[in-house]
């Protein structure tokens, strides 16, 4: 199983990924040293919508169509 994801930062700016194991990569986001340098340094980060898929490909696209969202249509995703 794969997610596409949305992470609001510290700072309000919202981050869109994808991942195999959703609870360890909110993880790596706030804690790890390696990894993605945008959330790196608006720490702390709270997940605000996934989306579950059976195929990377899927999940990578819809990854690529939340970051063609603007902020608006994110945050209706979630409210």
Known sequence: MF???ILEC???TLYAGCTT?????VHEH????????YT???RPVVLRHCELF???A???SR??????MSRTEKIRLFQ
Request: glycine share 6%.
């Open 3 to 5: 997610y596409a994801y």
């Open 10 to 12: 510290s700072d309000g």
């Open 21 to 25: 194991d959703l609870e360890r990569r």
């Open 30 to 37: 706030n804690n790890a040293k390696h990894g993605a340098h």
């Open 40 to 42: 790196k340094i608006r």
């Open 54 to 56: 059976l195929t990377l």
């Open 58 to 60: 899927e999940a990578r």
């Open 63 to 68: 990854e690529a169509a939340f970051k063609r």
